[in-house]
């Protein structure tokens, strides 16, 4: 299953990248985030209580961020177990584009659910996805400039 | 008499099944039980790693959680396999080992990697969600058509290819030889999709040890518990059998799924032996889905060779058939020797190929399903021949009548290793043409027509083989037990009697059916006729019910049983009425002196028998004892048929599409059967119309989905597969051809499958007559609205 998404945030890339690498940050934005802290080798590991249809699991997962390029992209790449609700693995690209004094974010994430997760909540993932995304952003402009609007982009998922 | 055989007798189960009074496994607990909750892979396939279960066995009320180095450890054996096929080229069939609790390796989602042992359902449930099992993902094969192709994942690595067995049957250059002088040939590739059984009482166990006596007690809800207890028994537990009882109560529902002695049984057993106790399991539906044996699943290609007068010549079959991750007890059976040796149908074709592979794939284990193989061969050639009827322009109806086994042809022997008992093939399907009242269709079509609806008729003809089997042929064919069944008729006392059978209902009345015959033979009043069943420890080892085998076989031996009651019954009346056995006859539950008033009942025989005052006991003398008897009116037999035998029929159904929706409504459907005698017309009834209710089932809503990336099932639950309900029926229209069966006593034939077989290529079939103005000559399975339309789209395009 592949997600898309765009936003515009109303601060300046550097920040936008900075914020983005902050476990603080991060653990605020995540829905759900009840854990969330910086290992030795740069990555997270996270739980996550997330809920899916009638199924709803706490995610402990390990998050790795690959392929850096600051401040203008990387790719995160995760993977949650959630018990016998099964499992998640995500594979996020994003990328940061300066827009005056704005940020352009975009992401392109890849997800793959399996066990009771996927064969419960199939038909659910993907509007639960997108409303996780949602959040997470609004939530992050809010950490990144405080009181400003975040603006969603019409971009197509595919 | 109005209870014997032919009576409309009302099922003598259905108060207590209606009335909430049933007793099911999961009614029953056992006073100190534990709960089971089973760690399952979310994985199609992966290596484990580590399993670390030390924070599941701390947590609250956990007593044990046991996982497959135990099970290694311990020298479980894997589960057995009930039928092995010999492939074309002689090598035996590649059959892995399925390890009761996974050994290294998950092969499918749903794959029991762990056990958790708690004392209540939920510290049981909560603890597996502890146990971290550590896996890594390797790529899985889940399609059916993609597991042969070379580069696919391989499930095993002792099967390449992810090949189980190259199988074939019929002549081959026969066949070829027919095509080339065939005057139109007719192709069809086609899918016949996986499904899942989904019985209404999910499967449940409790196992019980007794460190004491060593006795071990499995209550589970099983279609043939002496063959679970023989199996689980010397295969995988190496527990000796008169140590080793297994009960199965009510079962509420199986169609195949509650044959196999499932790794979940022999885990609870293991478990509770280990560790001195006693200890329940009942699946959820979620874990029903994943775990059941499913059913179907074949990806087919076909040609039918005719002649210019529509006569069929040859027929050539290429089949791939998906097992799943692991062979399951009867999936290498189901498409072959249930699947291949009906391609004759009710015809003559005189030249007839096919060639099988069964493939694994990483998807949950594929095993028989109402009909198991009967209804792949039937829906196929049942296409087929309707096709080739559209192509040649020739009546649907009369292509197949130009074709038929005629009625003096029998016993007559197909291509394709079968010999069929007996039937009217022509009569049953002008039956059916006149209920369906096919002439009017023309008129019922332009009717639809003015009210904006596509009206389609489509015809199916089923035959299948029942009856599970002649031993000796079955074993010659590859079946590792003999499948006869046994009985026991034991008069009390006091005249009635109970009735102990090896096979076991799991909703197709029994203790109705059975009852009527031993009411009917011995002529004691049905409400004086108790049928037992499901308890090894109370009947004869006997092998269960599946594949419409009961009655044909089981009724047979009790038939036998009485036979034999009748006999010593006669020399006991003889006695006390001081006449000649010979001059005894039986009327009517009497036995009397032929040509006077001088009678008595047999309850009065069955007193005598048991309080034995005036009584031919042995003296000892054998010059005395000729004609001595034993007290007690007791009789057990077993009845092995000579053959199976062939219930067939005929089904018409017609639809009405919705052209801009693609909703097919069924609005009429006529099924006349050919089930040979009948005991009762009202229990038949019901298990033509249940029947015919699934097999449109998988003609218009049912199929299991899987992610064909993932592996994950995404049918996995009641709000994705979709079971049909009654309000997506019509009233259905029956009716009867009686041959009866020269094999068995009672003259019967099956009658629990043909229904699902017959019906699904009847609405299909329909289907797409009503769409032949859009160019439409195939549509896949399920007929969702949604497939319906885009085939009209891209049939009118």
């Known amino acids: 299953m592949e997600l898309k998404g765009?936003?515009?945030?109303?601060?300046?890339?550097?920040?936008?990248w900075e914020k983005l690498n902050d476990p603080d940050v991060l653990r605020e934005s995540i829905p759900g985030c009840e854990e969330l802290e910086q290992n030795e080798d740069g990555g997270f590991s996270a739980t996550v209580k997330a809920k899916v249809g009638p199924v709803s699991a706490k995610f402990k997962g390990a998050v790795t961020l690959e392929d850096l390029n600051p401040p203008a992209s990387y790719r995160i790449v995760g993977e949650g177990k959630g018990g016998v609700a099964g499992?998640?693995?995500?594979?996020?690209e994003v990328t940061l584009e300066e827009v005056g004094d704005a940020?352009?974010?975009r992401y392109v994430a890849d997800a793959r659910i399996g066990g009771k997760l996927a064969q419960i909540g199939s038909r659910l993932i993907k509007g639960t996805a997108r409303k996780m995304a949602d959040q997470f952003f609004t939530n992050f402009a809010q950490q990144v400039a405080p009181g400003a609007d975040v603006e969603k982009l019409d971009e197509e998922d595919t | 008499m109005t209870t014997g055989i032919g009576a409309r007798v009302l099922r003598k189960e259905d108060r207590r099944f209606i009335t909430g009074n049933g007793n099911y496994v999961d009614d029953i607990n056992v006073n100190g039980q534990y709960y089971a909750a089973f760690v399952r892979s979310p994985h199609p396939h992966a290596e484990i790693g580590s399993v670390d279960i030390a924070g599941a066995k701390a947590s609250d009320g956990v007593i044990e959680v046991l996982t497959g180095a135990e099970v290694a450890a311990d020298e479980i054996g894997g589960l057995p396999v009930g039928w092995g096929i010999t492939q074309t080229n002689g090598e035996p069939m590649v059959e892995p080992a399925w390890p009761i609790l996974a050994q290294g390796r998950v092969r499918f989602v749903g794959d029991a990697v762990a056990v958790v042992i708690a004392k209540s359902i939920d510290a049981a449930r909560d603890a597996a969600e502890m146990v971290n099992v550590s896996y890594t993902p390797i790529p899985a094969v889940i399609a059916t058509e993609d597991a042969p192709k070379d580069g696919a994942p391989q499930v095993w690595d002792e099967a390449p290819g992810n090949t189980s067995f190259d199988?074939?049957?019929g002549d081959k250059a026969a066949a070829d030889q027919a095509f080339e002088g065939a005057h139109h040939v007719t192709k069809l590739e086609l899918v016949n999709q996986r499904l899942v059984p989904n019985a209404m009482e999910p499967r449940a166990a409790i196992a019980e040890f007794n460190s004491v006596s060593g006795d071990l007690t499995l209550h589970a809800t099983a279609q043939a518990p002496h063959a679970i207890r023989l199996l689980l028994g010397a295969f995988v537990l190496q527990q000796p059998e008169h140590k080793f009882r297994v009960i199965s109560p009510d079962v509420g529902g199986g169609f195949g799924s509650k044959i196999y002695p499932y790794a979940e049984y022999a885990v609870l057993c293991w478990a509770a032996r280990r560790m001195g106790c006693a200890i329940k399991w009942t699946a959820d539906r979620s874990e029903s889905f994943i775990t059941d044996a499913?059913?179907?699943?074949?990806?087919?290609?076909?040609?039918?060779?005719?002649?210019?007068?529509?006569?069929?010549?040859?027929?050539?079959?290429?089949t791939v058939a998906n097992m799943g991750a692991y062979l399951s007890a009867f999936g290498p059976l189901v498409p072959t020797f249930l699947y291949a040796t009906l391609f004759a149908g009710q015809y003559t074709t005189p030249a007839i190929y096919a060639h099988v592979k069964a493939v694994f794939t990483n998807t949950t284990p594929v095993d028989a399903y109402r009909g198991a193989?009967?209804?792949?061969?039937?829906?196929l050639l049942e296409r087929i021949v309707e096709k080739a009827a559209k192509e040649t322009g020739i009546d649907p109806a009369d292509i197949r009548r130009r074709n038929f086994i005629q009625p003096d042809q029998f016993?007559?022997?197909?291509?394709?290793?079968?010999?069929?008992?007996s039937g009217e093939y022509g009569a049953t399907l002008d039956k059916a043409l006149a209920l369906a009242d096919y002439t009017g269709f023309a008129a019922r079509r332009d009717q639809s027509k003015t009210s904006g609806k596509l009206r389609g008729i489509g015809f199916s003809l089923p035959i299948e083989a029942t009856g599970a089997a002649p031993s000796a042929i079955a074993g010659q064919l590859g079946a590792r037990a003999g499948l006869y069944e046994s009985a026991e008729v034991r008069f009390n006392p006091t005249g009635s009697v109970t009735v102990f059978s090896g096979s076991h209902s799991h909703g197709q009345g029994h203790a109705t059916t059975f009852a009527q015959v031993v009411s009917d033979q011995l002529g004691v009043p049905i409400e004086n006729v108790e049928v037992v069943q499901g308890d090894t420890s109370n009947s004869q080892f006997g092998m269960g019910t599946y594949g419409s085998r009961s009655l044909s076989v089981g009724g047979s031996a009790i038939v036998r049983a009485c036979d034999k009651i009748l006999a010593k019954g006669r020399k006991i009346a003889a006695h006390i009425l001081e006449a000649s056995a010979d001059d005894i006859e039986f009327v009517d539950g009497n036995f009397q002196v032929k040509g006077t008033d001088k009678a008595m009942n047999i309850a009065e025989v069955a007193f005598a028998a048991y309080v034995p005052h005036n009584y031919p006991l042995p003296t000892g003398d054998p010059a005395q004892d000729e004609n001595a008897l034993e007290p007690g009116l007791n009789e057990q037999a077993f009845f092995d048929p000579l053959n199976f035998n062939f219930p067939n029929g005929a089904y018409i159904c017609e639809v009405e599409i919705d052209p801009d929706t693609g909703v097919v409504q069924i609005v009429d459907f006529s099924a006349v059967d050919d089930v040979g005698n009948i005991i009762n017309p009202m229990i038949v009834e019901g298990q033509v119309h249940g029947g015919i209710a699934q097999g449109v089932g998988q003609a218009l809503y049912e199929g299991a989905v899987y992610d064909k990336e993932t592996g994950q099932l995404l049918s996995g639950s009641m709000m994705d597969y979709t079971?049909?309900?009654a309000d997506n029926l019509p009233m259905i229209k029956t009716g009867t051809t009686e041959t009866p069966c020269p094999f068995n006593p009672l003259g019967v034939k099956g009658c629990g499958e043909i229904g699902t077989i017959g019906a699904t290529p009847a609405v299909i079939n329909a289907i797409i007559d009503a769409l032949g103005d859009y160019g439409v000559t195939d549509i896949s399975m399920p007929a969702t609205p949604e497939v319906v339309w885009r085939a009209m789209q891209e049939g009118r395009a």
């Open chain 1, 6 to 16: 765009a936003y515009k945030i109303p601060a300046a890339r550097e920040l936008v």
């Open chain 2, 373 to 379: 193989g009967r209804p792949e061969a039937t829906f």
């Open chain 2, 411 to 421: 016993p007559y022997a197909t291509p394709v290793a079968l010999t069929y008992d």
């Open chain 2, 167 to 169: 199988w074939e049957i």
């Open chain 2, 723 to 725: 079971l049909p309900r």
């Open chain 1, 87 to 92: 499992f998640a693995k995500g594979d996020t």
């Open chain 2, 294 to 318: 499913h059913g179907r699943d074949h990806v087919s290609e076909a040609e039918l060779a005719l002649d210019a007068d529509g006569k069929f010549l040859g027929l050539r079959v290429n």
């Open chain 1, 103 to 105: 940020t352009i974010l």
